[in-house]
């Protein structure tokens, strides 16, 4: 293990609670690849083609089809970690073993049918995360659904299981279904909301979409108003959810959505990330939906900002 240095110290020391174990694996995170002992992470998601189906995801970089094209991309470039459903973690496990810190999503959510009111199904285990020598395991929710309170008590579950057995918990936590208008699914005070449901629900790590400066609460609005709480800037309301997040002591990544015609649209929100005092970022289409060449480039773009 390489670069313990004392950021990463301070942040495995908000998790008062873990075992050793889990502390472990959260170290590993924080000291692999190019951003090793910064205290940020840069993670290569590739769970679009399960949410998505394998076409809308991979079909603009036909490469990207294949499990293998992604774990290279994640360990060339230098990523922290690598995160995928079960049968893309399982179909280079061996061949790149240790190479790269895994984060199996064990639940997950099809494009097949229409609903107003989304869930994920349990499509993987915590003995699976630990059979692929994973560091942790994956978890969305839809804070907002009307079937979010079964989504809670199935995180509630996992969680459990996976830091009795020594892994960190990764929540995906995206807004959505319920009485949310579309806007509302990033208002800020929904993301912070959501935001702050994974780190009362025990999250180590909390991926959330990128905040617009939108409140969508009517309660909520009129806190905002009278605090005069400042979301003008995508600096302050990365900050802000960064703030709902126990004021920071839990670790907050921002997606980086769907594929933006230009790199600079991605490293305008990694300098805001970084300003904010978020954690870093989770980039999936934006990196694996462009060439390869042009994909490694705006990887190591990425991390040169959030190192800074």
């Known amino acids: 293990m390489k670069a313990m240095t004392e950021r990463v110290r301070e942040i495995l020391g908000w998790y008062e609670s873990d075992n050793p174990g889990t502390l472990t694996n959260l170290a590993r995170l924080f000291t692999a690849g190019r951003l090793a002992g910064t205290g940020r992470l840069l993670i290569l998601p ?19 089809y294949d499990p293998l094209y992604h774990y290279r991309l994640a360990i060339e470039t230098g990523c922290s970690a690598y995160a995928a459903p079960l049968g893309f973690i399982e179909a280079g496990a061996r061949e790149y073993a240790g190479q790269i810190p895994l984060i199996l999503k064990v639940n997950g959510h099809d494009t097949l049918g229409e609903e107003q009111e989304p869930t994920q199904a349990v499509t993987a285990s915590v003995d699976d995360a630990l059979r692929l020598g994973c560091v942790g395991v994956g978890y969305m929710i839809y804070p ?29 936590s995206y807004p959505r279904g319920g009485s949310l208008s579309k806007e509302g699914e990033t208002a800020v005070d929904v993301i912070a909301y959501a935001a702050h449901i994974a780190a009362e629900m025990g999250a180590h790590v909390i991926k959330v979409k990128i905040p617009a400066a939108y409140v969508e609460q009517a309660e909520a609005k009129k806190v905002y108003e009278r605090e005069k709480i400042p979301i003008a800037t995508l600096a302050d ?31 305008e929100e990694a300098r805001a990330i970084r300003q904010g005092g978020g954690f870093g970022s989770i980039i999936g289409r934006n990196s694996f939906q462009r060439p390869e060449a042009s994909a490694k480039k705006m990887l190591g773009e990425i991390m040169q900002v959030l190192a800074q």
């Open 46 to 64: 590739v769970d679009q083609g399960f949410e998505h189906g394998p076409a809308r995801s991979f079909a603009i970089n036909p490469p990207a």
């Open 144 to 172: 907002g659904s009307a079937q979010r309170f079964a989504m809670y008590e199935r995180l509630r579950d996992i969680a459990r299981e996976a830091k009795a057995r020594g892994l960190c918990v990764v929540v995906w």
């Open 237 to 267: 309301r990365v900050r802000h959810v960064v703030q709902a997040t126990f004021n920071g002591r839990r670790v907050v990544i921002f997606s980086g959505g769907a594929l933006k015609a230009r790199d600079e649209e991605i490293l």
